[in-house]
C-alpha cells in the first residue's frame, strides 16, 4: 500500500553570490505516517520476525532509509 511518493524535491534559490558550489535540486524524504491520519481497520500485517526487521508492524508505514554518502548529487 504505496500512497505517495516518499521522495520529494526541492530546488533551493541559488544567488549570484554564493560562495559554494550550487546544488540545484535537492531531495527530502517524507514518512508515510503523515498521509495516514488514523489507523484503518484490518490494516496488512508483518509476521512479528519481519515486523522486527522492518521496525513497524504495518507495511503501510515501513520507509526504509537510504542512505545519501558517498552518493553524487546530479544538479
Avoid: H
Avoid at 36 to 58: C, R, V
Wanted: glycine share 6%.
Amino acid at each position: 500500500m504505496n500512497l505517495t511518493k516518499p521522495d520529494r524535491d526541492w530546488y533551493p534559490f541559488v544567488g549570484p553570490f554564493d560562495p559554494c558550489p550550487p546544488k540545484y535540486v535537492k531531495t527530502y524524504s517524507v514518512p508515510p505516517n503523515q498521509f495516514i491520519p488514523y489507523q484503518p481497520m484490518n490494516l496488512p500485517q508483518y509476521s512479528l520476525p519481519e515486523a522486527l526487521m522492518a521496525g513497524t508492524l504495518w507495511p503501510a508505514l515501513f520507509s526504509p532509509y537510504e542512505s545519501k554518502c558517498g552518493k553524487k548529487e546530479e544538479g
